[in-house]
């Protein structure tokens, strides 16, 4: 909580706002350092999970040694996940690495494409299919489980759906591609991966990085509220997946895989 100045129609007051959290998380493998991110305190190890498996280092959950998160001194927060693997595909020389999920990573989109592509990631379920109504009462049951956000107006939502729209797992989080990260975590802790008869739903626009780690993650659809990037469309046209946006009460924009909607009977 933070005390506030609030402006309304011209009448200024002093208030209590409640603000989303933001701390940096750094992810260490086999003692090195891997990576630092800002993210929303809360499913730490889901995330580093989710990111591991999601940026192609791991490939399954027996590969993960141990993961847990350092024990500072005095009680202090934690915020560092250390992991330890076998057998991954992981050099420390190799650090400098632009990750996928970097979205001003500076990679150009053909690269960007083609990398993904040599990942030889898991194929799509092309016989999954999903009534379009089912695929409208998404985002109100989204909303209706975000909980931090009903708080704070502030963080991103992820949401994975089974086919007949029941919700299976919401994660909030400041970044968009961390709230998905959190999500494939939790199916990888949960030996569900891959998803191939799931729906990602995510809040915001639907990004390169969050059709990537669909993609890894084996989800045929991917819906957003807002609109999709160009080179999300480009990706998920090359590799097959169903991407939605604007999916907003009874409307929504199929940019690709329109195949996996059953045409409406007369």
Known sequence: MTQVTEWNAGEVRSVQDTLAAEEPLEI????A??????????QDLELALGFLFTEGIVLSRDQIVCIQAEEPPNGMKSNVVEVELRDADFEPSTLQRNFFAAS???ICGKASIEAIRRRNLPSLEPGF???PQVLCRMPEALRGEQAVFNRTGGLHAAALFD????????????????????IVGWALNQ?????HRHVLMVSGRGGFEIV?????AGIPIVASVSAPSSLAVKLARELGLTLVGFLRG????????GFRFPPKVA
């Not at 990537?212 to 890894?216: D, S």
Request: net charge positive.
């Open 163 to 182: 086919e007949g729209g029941r919700l299976i797992v919401v994660r909030e989080d400041i970044g968009r591609h961390n709230a998905v990260d959190k």
């Open 104 to 106: 001003s990573c500076g």
């Open 212 to 216: 990537q780690k669909a993609l890894a």
């Open 33 to 42: 350092p891997l990576s630092v991110s800002m993210r929303t305190p809360g």
């Open 191 to 195: 030996d569900s991966l891959p998803l």
């Open 129 to 131: 299919r999903i009534d």
């Open 28 to 31: 260490r493998v086999n003692g």
């Open 250 to 257: 009874q409307r929504f924009v199929v940019y690709s895989g």
